[in-house]
């Protein structure tokens, strides 16, 4: 199976302070579920960021997909992100006063999918978060836990390759984690690449996913805590079906 990220040499360093990366090299495959640790200030979630196109590299190389997408100009950059990659941030960045389902469809309504498709698909999304009597609901009116399960329904609505999950769990409480983590996995059950970036070691104890581990910018320990073998890619066409039974 070829990997889905090749990372090569990754350097990243901010204007007035230490270099943040120092030579990340990392190779990811379709289906996995990686979790990346480390100290505040390590610079996983620039690693996160940089594997996401959110910010570039200093120099090094990346391809996702085949693509060398350094070389994408910034609106081939975009375009690529929308397409294949989903986000859930620490913050679920929902739209106040609007409804669940209108969360959930506005990422559709932006790669221009057409009406008729959209209603399908975020419901199979809110399917998966178990989430479809909340349909209607006002998202300010959610718990935070459902909060952040619609978040990973607006990152699921458009099939993405790609989920970059930074910190998901960072404000909801640790029974809600843990069911945080738990969605995370089943999402790469679907056979989706998942890139988690967390502090809660005792999360990531209950999985038998890849750790990857950074300090002082570079990765000091990448392992599996199980047998850490990724699912196959999952057909978009599928994604019905699948969703029907998790």
Known sequence: MKPIIVAKDLHKRYAGFAPVLRGVNLEVYPGELVAIMGPSGCGKSTMLHILGLLHSPDSGTLTIMDKNVLAFNREQTAAFRRGNLGFVM????LFDHSTVFENVEFPL???KVPPAERWPRVIRALELVRLTSRVHYPSNRLSGGEQQRVAVARALA???????????????????SLEMMELLERVS?????????THEHELVRHFDRRVVTLSGGHIISDVPTGSMIPHPPVDPKELEMEVSLV
């Open 90 to 93: 620490q913050a679920s960045n």
């Open 109 to 111: 309504i932006y790669e």
């Open 158 to 176: 458009h099939a993405p390759k790609l989920v970059i999950a930074d910190e998901p769990t960072g404000n909801i409480d640790p029974e809600l």
């Open 189 to 197: 059950e679907m056979g989706i690449t998942v890139l988690v970036v």
